[in-house]
């Protein structure tokens, strides 16, 4: 299910979305730091300060996780089913590790959750779909220039940048 392009587009990403339904039907979206994949058909998400989602996965196991890059204005949308693994579980160490070297000491963590995937959906701009002739490049111009931001210039470029002067 999780194909190489999602698998990139995973990476890149600093965040991802987990929406959740709590016991009373009330949707729930938070954003998670700490997330990977773990072979082609399961996500796994470090539990990092989240006790809402925690208590809303228990009373409802369907998901759905989705990540955007915010400059392209594209992603996916997985939707699956999780389960809480606790650090006492038998299972919490092989899940865990990915995750724990990604969070470093700075965002322990004593679960994650499982999230077994069950479809995977691409997200796309409304743009791309109202203007077909829309490229990434147009998309990431005009983001930059929403975010007040510039590309950054690599490493390399600024050293000979100072050499010159």
């Keep these: 299910m999780l194909d190489d392009a999602v ?4 990476r890149k990403s600093v965040l991802c979305w987990l929406a959740t339904v709590d016991a009373d039907g009330c949707p729930n979206v938070t954003p998670k730091e700490i997330f990977c994949a773990h072979g082609r058909d399961t996500l796994l998400i470090a539990n990092i300060a989240s006790p809402g989602s925690a208590r809303n996965v ?6 759905c996780v989705s990540f955007v890059d915010p400059f392209v204005q594209k ?9 809480l693994v606790h650090a006492a579980d038998d299972s919490f160490s092989e899940f865990a590790d990915p995750l724990a070297q990604m969070a470093g000491p700075r965002f322990p963590f004593a679960s994650l959750f499982v999230v077994t995937v069950m479809s995977v959906e691409p997200i796309v701009a409304p743009s791309y779909r109202l203007y ?3 490229s990434e490049a147009a998309q990431i ?5 929403a975010y007040g931001v510039r590309p950054a210039i690599d ?5 000979a940048d100072n050499r010159s002067t």
């Design 132 to 134: 077909p002739q829309t």
């Design 7 to 10: 698998l990139a587009a995973m």
């Design 155 to 159: 490493s390399s470029a600024r050293i």
């Design 141 to 145: 111009e005009s983001a930059m220039k």
């Design 58 to 63: 228990a009373a409802h196991a369907p998901v």
């Design 75 to 83: 992603g996916f949308k997985i939707k699956g089913s999780a389960r």
